[in-house]
């Protein structure tokens, strides 16, 4: 598209001003923590093993969520039922809970007293070990990876499968025909940014782990952040993280298959009518799986939800305003972001994946060591949340948006060119029609997942401006446990509203 | 949204501006958070010290060793002995001057910096309705063949963790990587911190938690449940207590003074056991709660200086992580 260089300057601009926004607050906080080091040592055995073990649990937990997610996603993909849509959206919700509430509501299915060993009794089963990160790992990405491919299947235009249709397509022929391909291209991005969230879990590695042999390099950050104080250790660990996500971006990011479908005109896709028993049955099972830990949270905290005390309703409304302002400011970096890497180059993708594998409790750092000097961080704790929210959601909004983005320049790109449609105007008339789905959809987990982020504000926290996950483990360090449920449960469902209605507001209407 | 962020920040520090003198006081998130006793503690020193408290909360160690003198705290609260090496070495903390010859905590005190505003033990906490013979000794939990499962906090992120390691060595010493061999078998699982672990007992998850001799008086008291005890051990428990100090870079040195002495005061002290459920470190027994009177305590306490936690803490968490790792 280098004909088009001149035309989308201003687009260009953005995107670059984004990428090194992206690169200052991930790798430059990073440079702030080292300049406070005093001096180097290498690796010890213990932080050997939580390299390798961080290697091997997030390959794992991708490779299964991503492998389970395809029959589950197909199968949404061919079906059409009563329920679909709202299945969909509550599907949404593990990888949008907060770390702490995830872990009970798995505990108290999969858990030694949970109702899995009471109702079939087998209490051999415990859920504390290798296949316990895993199994929790699978919880909160099933859901994301199916939404994922659920959009590759979709990109597939109608007029393909009828075309199929029209040639008499066996099963086997469609899939290597026009499945295959989708798969190739989309799996390798899935696949990365599951792993790579995967790598900088540690509470949840940690609990269903068992103990210290479920050690993750950002637990080690942790200890030798909080700790040992040893910024050294936590610096080395960071650009060890940081090496090890990156090897895996780069190489998924050469893997995908570069596969592109013609556009279609939007004609209703057929129904399948094969396999339909097969299909609800991975639906079910998916559904089964994912809902009811959630369904133990909801009985659990619907007891207390409306004693809620005031404060707590005071910091669900601020964690909303927050989760709103990181919504659009994430979006609209995206946006910036993926036009540079539609429009100009597949490399800068990615800077879009720095957020995930930086640390959190780095970048956290590395913002308070350089704002310290110049503002009070007790007045910074809510700006910084936004930030930190929007920068963080980034990695997920560009996944979502970009090969959509791909898709429609390839389709139209050409067909606006000669029409001199650029800037504003492009955007108004072909890219926000055509993109609105994926830019709800982007917005909806953005929003759902800044409402339950922690947020990194261990250092930035205010006593007086705490947000609903703040309050959440406030109440449980105050013993009330039953509190926290409710708040947790008032959590899980104002971030499923949130993700709803952007979610549902990009359908509305939509094209794709 | 911005705009409007930014006249609520201004706001703010407009009205801070304009008011009186300012103590600033860093503490934990738990302490100053509404369910803690930060609050009424502010409540009542503002009646008597015609200023202002403000509190910056969030994890305190870090904070001070990325601010060290530069510090803008007058008074720091909620530091506790396994980390008070580290904080001492920083040299930003001033001499409390307080009197500590009488204080109401079960080892003796001549800390010159850090002052002690309360304490309690680490403990095993387990339901009495169901587990009706809990262990009486450390080493009948270690050899008990009953199937006791346990959670536990871990030693490398959780300071109860910590201590929990500390409480290890001080009993058996030498032997203390044997004996994480053994409680290595009891433990279901090991987590971040205590609210995890005690959110995963409360739900019947396990028969015993890692917490504090304090924590069946927050049942009885607030919930009027008696089924929560902290299983006493013969050979004795760790002793756990929170220290303040206040800083020597302080702009209001006459008023971080002040609330040193304020935290031996009475008012202080009565909001302890029902605002930190723990024990208050300066009043008299016949002021506490009825059923802070009535907990079991143990007969021998344990306790490491900080030079000595500090001797020994990577030691022990290295053998802790050894067992836990066979």
């Known amino acids: ?512 | 949204m911005k705009i409007l962020l930014s006249v609520f920040f201004a706001l703010v520090t407009v009205s801070v501006a304009c008011a009186k003198p300012t103590l600033t006081v860093y503490a934990p998130d738990y302490f100053t958070s509404e369910w803690g006793p930060g609050p009424k503690i502010k409540q009542e020193f503002e009646k008597i010290c015609d200023c202002d408290l403000l509190y910056i909360s969030g994890d305190l160690m870090p904070r001070l060793m990325i601010e060290g003198k530069r510090t803008k705290a007058d008074v720091v609260i909620g530091l506790n002995t396994d980390v008070t090496f580290k904080a001492r070495k920083l040299g930003i903390f001033e001499a409390h001057k307080q009197d500590t010859s009488s204080l109401s905590i079960p080892i003796k005190w001549n800390d010159k910096i850090f002052l002690p505003f309360d304490w309690s033990h680490t403990a095993f906490i387990y339901d009495n309705t169901k587990l009706k013979n809990p262990p009486q000794s450390f080493d009948e939990l270690l050899n008990s063949k009953d199937d006791i499962k346990i959670i536990i906090q871990d030693p490398r992120t959780s300071i109860s963790g910590l201590a929990l390691v500390l409480w290890v060595k001080s009993i058996y010493g030498s032997k203390s990587e044997e004996a994480f061999t053994k409680l290595a078998s009891k433990v279901l699982t090991v987590t971040k911190g205590w609210s995890e672990s005690y959110g995963m007992f409360t739900q019947g998850e396990a028969d015993m938690v890692l917490s504090y001799t304090t924590s069946p008086a927050y049942h009885i008291i607030a919930e009027n449940d008696k089924s929560k005890s902290a299983a006493i051990f013969s050979e004795g428990h760790y002793f756990f207590t929170e220290l303040a100090a206040m800083t020597n870079s302080s702009k209001e040195p006459k008023l971080a003074k002040e609330f040193m002495s304020f935290i031996l005061s009475d008012t202080f002290q009565r909001m302890i056991p029902t605002g930190n459920w723990s024990f208050p470190s300066n009043l008299a027994r016949d002021k506490l709660p009825e059923e802070f009177i009535n907990l079991p305590m143990p007969q021998k306490v344990l306790f490491y200086t900080e030079e000595d936690a500090q001797k020994y803490r990577d030691i022990v968490i290295q053998e802790w992580l050894t067992a836990f790792q066979k």
């Open chain 1, 1 to 512: 598209m280098a004909n088009s260089f001149s035309k989308i300057r201003p687009t260009f601009f953005g995107g670059v001003l984004v990428v090194s926004f992206l690169v200052v607050i991930t790798v430059g906080t990073l440079i702030a923590v080292v300049c406070r080091i005093e001096g180097f040592s290498g690796l010890t055995w213990n932080e050997w093993t939580a390299i390798r073990f961080t290697f091997f649990q997030s390959f794992v937990s991708a490779a299964i969520s991503v492998l389970l997610a395809i029959p589950v996603s197909r199968a949404f993909f061919r079906q059409d039922f009563i329920g679909r849509n709202i299945l969909i959206t509550l599907l949404g919700a593990p990888f949008i809970l907060p770390v702490i509430v995830a872990i009970l509501g798995l505990i108290l299915v999969f858990g030694s007293k949970g109702i899995l060993s009471q109702l079939m009794g087998f209490s051999a089963f415990s859920i504390y070990g290798v296949h316990g990160v895993i199994l929790a790992h699978v919880f909160f990405n099933l859901p994301l990876a199916t939404r994922l491919l659920l959009q590759g299947w979709n990109s597939i235009s109608s007029e393909q499968f009828r075309l199929g249709q029209s040639l008499s397509f066996s099963p086997l022929n469609f899939f290597m025909h026009l499945e295959l391909p989708m798969l190739c291209r989309v799996v390798p991005g899935v696949f990365l940014i599951i792993f790579l969230i995967c790598t900088t879990s540690f509470a949840v590695a940690l609990t269903l782990g068992g103990g210290p042999k479920a050690t993750t390099v950002e637990l080690a950050i942790y200890q030798a952040f909080r700790f040992d104080f040893n910024l050294s250790r936590v610096a080395i660990l960071s650009v060890i993280q940081l090496l090890m996500c990156g090897l895996i971006a780069v190489l998924s990011i050469w893997i995908a298959f570069p596969a592109h479908y013609e556009g279609g005109l939007d004609r209703v896709r057929p129904i399948a009518t094969t396999g339909k028993i097969l299909d609800f049955i991975f639906i079910a099972c998916a559904a089964i799986f994912l809902i009811l830990p959630l369904a133990m949270i909801l009985i659990r905290g619907s007891g207390s939800l409306f004693l809620l005390p005031q404060s707590v309703m005071f910091s669900a409304l601020r964690s909303i305003l927050v989760s709103l302002a990181a919504t659009g400011l994430a979006t609209v970096m995206t946006l910036y972001l993926a036009s540079l890497i539609v429009y100009y180059s597949k490399a800068y993708e990615i800077f879009g994946y720095l957020p995930i594998a930086a640390s959190p409790l780095v970048l956290g750092t590395g913002l308070y060591i350089i704002f310290y000097n110049f503002i009070d961080p007790g007045k910074m704790a809510l700006p910084s949340a936004i930030v930190i929210n929007a920068i963080m959601c980034i990695p997920f909004s560009l996944r979502i948006i970009t090969p959509a983005f791909k898709d429609l320049e390839d389709s139209f790109g050409r067909l606006a060119d000669s029409l001199n449609l650029i800037g504003w105007s492009r955007f108004r008339w072909l890219i926000w029609p055509r993109l609105k789905g994926p830019i709800g959809f982007s917005a909806g987990l953005s929003a759902a997942l800044s409402m339950g982020d922690l947020g990194v504000i261990v250092l930035f926290s205010n006593p007086n401006h705490s947000t609903l996950p703040m309050e959440i483990y406030r109440l449980m360090t105050a013993y009330r446990m039953d509190e926290a449920f409710g708040a947790a449960l008032l959590l899980l469902v104002l971030s499923i509203s949130l993700f709803w209605i952007f979610d549902k507001g990009g359908r509305k209407n939509a094209i794709t």
